[in-house]
């Protein structure tokens, strides 16, 4: 005769055998982490401070906290002294002139502008790649001497995109000599000439084109207000008309192309 085990029995079955997984599992992680650790040592890094007698220690830790802060700013150097700036507000513009809030989104506008300021400042980088970098690496020349050729190719963007009368407005600022060659300008003074210039610039062109799109909106508000329809807004109406109008002329097409030839 067969007898089915009670309640009681069944509960006391089922927690023997999931006490008897969990000492198994257990089992198999301490296992595993000792074997790994056996077979694959994990890397550590140290950190600290310690006294030295030369100078030469003194020097070298400098530079390794110099250069870690240049790292850290060299994002924000990057972006103020080449084209990024004017490419990113235009785009700026282009968006809230459409009237759409998220498209395209960020990110997008970002990455576009990124690329696009390779693109422009792709001759500039390859020189500062074959003049400085390059033979530095190769320790054909010092850190200061591969800093001033680096520098050299940025200038000459930056002088080529400045406007004469913001950089004698910062010349006058910083009360240094007048410069009589562009070699005499400092670069503390010539780079915030050339920031002021840029954002005049990338207003400009959103000035212009801010236009066709502030007359479409206009239309369509008047011709709603003739219409007696004022409770409907006039940007539901006129978002459309201005996606169709940047698609037939080819927008995007139009405006890359305007950025990228003005810088040259």
Same mark, same amino acid.
């Given at each position: 005769? #067969?007898?089915?085990?009670? +309640?009681?029995?069944?509960?006391?079955?089922?927690?023997?055998?999931?006490?008897?997984?969990? $000492?198994?599992? &257990?089992? +198999?992680?301490?296992?595993?982490?000792?074997? +790994?650790?056996?077979?694959?040592?994990?890397?550590?890094?140290?950190?600290?401070?310690?006294?030295?007698?030369?100078?030469?220690?003194?020097?070298?830790? %400098?530079?390794?906290?110099?250069?870690?802060?240049?790292?850290?700013?060299?994002?924000? $150097?990057?972006?103020?002294?080449?084209?990024?700036?004017? $490419?990113?507000?235009?785009?700026?513009?282009?968006?809230?002139?459409?009237?759409?809030?998220?498209?395209?989104?960020?990110?997008?506008?970002?990455? @576009?502008?990124?690329?696009?300021?390779?693109?422009?400042?792709?001759?500039?980088?390859?020189?500062?790649?074959?003049d400085a970098l390059q033979p530095f690496l190769?320790?054909? $020349?010092?850190?200061d001497v591969a800093i001033e050729r680096a &520098?050299?190719?940025?200038?000459?963007?930056?002088? #080529?995109?400045?406007?004469?009368?913001?950089? +004698?407005?910062?010349? #006058? @600022?910083?009360?240094?000599?007048?410069?009589?060659?562009?070699?005499?300008?400092?670069?503390?003074? %010539?780079?915030?000439?050339?920031?002021?210039?840029?954002?005049?610039?990338?207003?400009?062109?959103?000035?212009?084109?801010? %236009?066709?799109?502030?007359?479409?909106?206009?239309?369509?508000?008047?011709?709603?207000?003739?219409?007696?329809?004022?409770?409907?807004?006039?940007?539901?109406?006129? @978002?459309p008309f201005k996606l169709i109008l940047f698609?037939?002329?080819?927008?995007? #097409?139009? &405006?890359?192309?305007? %950025?990228?030839?003005?810088?040259?």
């Amino acid at each position: 005769m #067969h007898f089915a085990p009670t +309640a009681p029995s069944t509960v006391r079955l089922r927690r023997y055998a999931l006490y008897s997984l969990l $000492i198994m599992a &257990l089992l +198999a992680i301490g296992t595993v982490a000792a074997h +790994a650790q056996t077979a694959i040592p994990l890397p550590k890094m140290t950190f600290g401070l310690e006294q030295s007698n030369k100078p030469q220690d003194i020097a070298f830790s %400098l530079q390794i906290m110099i250069l870690m802060t240049v790292l850290a700013l060299a994002p924000t $150097i990057l972006v103020m002294m080449t084209a990024f700036t004017r $490419i990113v507000i235009v785009l700026g513009f282009v968006r809230q002139a459409i009237g759409a809030q998220q498209a395209p989104p960020n990110q997008v506008l970002v990455g @576009l502008a990124m690329f696009l300021t390779m693109f422009v400042m792709a001759p500039t980088f390859k020189q500062v790649n074959d003049d400085a970098l390059q033979p530095f690496l190769a320790n054909r $020349i010092k850190q200061d001497v591969a800093i001033e050729r680096a &520098l050299a190719p940025l200038r000459t963007f930056m002088f #080529h995109q400045t406007r004469q009368k913001d950089l +004698a407005l910062y010349v #006058h @600022l910083s009360k240094v000599d007048r410069p009589r060659r562009p070699a005499d300008v400092p670069t503390h003074v %010539l780079i915030p000439a050339f920031i002021t210039s840029e954002l005049k610039t990338a207003f400009t062109i959103g000035f212009i084109v801010y %236009l066709p799109f502030l007359i479409i909106d206009m239309v369509i508000s008047s011709t709603l207000m003739s219409m007696g329809m004022m409770m409907l807004p006039p940007t539901v109406i006129s @978002l459309p008309f201005k996606l169709i109008l940047f698609v037939l002329v080819d927008g995007w #097409h139009l &405006l890359t192309r305007g %950025l990228v030839t003005s810088f040259g």
